[in-house]
């Protein structure tokens, strides 16, 4: 699967942005899809998960409350709505996909998009 990931930009503390994840091929709703970030100079984290249904998702400690990870499989596309922006929350936001169970480690995940950036302004 291909994945294309759209949304990024500047938004002042407080907003909102809502990233999307375009898949190509006609299995995207078997997959497993994350959503990660990495800001300058740190790791990649995880951020939000959903299961190929949808019916279950996980979420960072960080971002509980203010992020939802929701996809629409007859769209092939995955997204992320983010509210309540921080300057913290600066960073590249990556989707990628996994066959297999829910995963929150990026090393299980084995295709990626290629990134959109989100800056987040004090």
């Known amino acids: 699967v291909q994945l294309q990931a759209s949304g990024g930009g500047l938004v002042q503390a407080g907003g909102s942005l809502r990233l999307s994840c375009a898949g190509s091929?006609?299995?995207?709703?078997?997959?497993?899809m994350g959503w990660f970030r990495q800001a300058p100079g740190k790791e990649r984290e995880f951020v939000a998960a959903?299961?190929?249904?949808?019916?279950?998702?996980y979420y960072a400690d960080s971002v509980k409350g203010r992020f939802t990870i929701s996809r629409d499989n007859a769209r092939n596309t995955v997204y992320l709505q983010m509210n309540s922006l921080k300057p913290e929350d600066t960073a590249v936001y990556y989707c990628a996909a996994r066959s297999g169970a829910i995963s929150t480690y990026a090393s299980e995940y084995a295709y990626w998009g290629q990134g959109t950036e989100v800056t987040v302004s004090s």
């Open positions: 959903i299961s190929w249904r949808g019916v279950t998702t």
């Open positions: 091929g006609r299995t995207f709703s078997s997959y497993f």
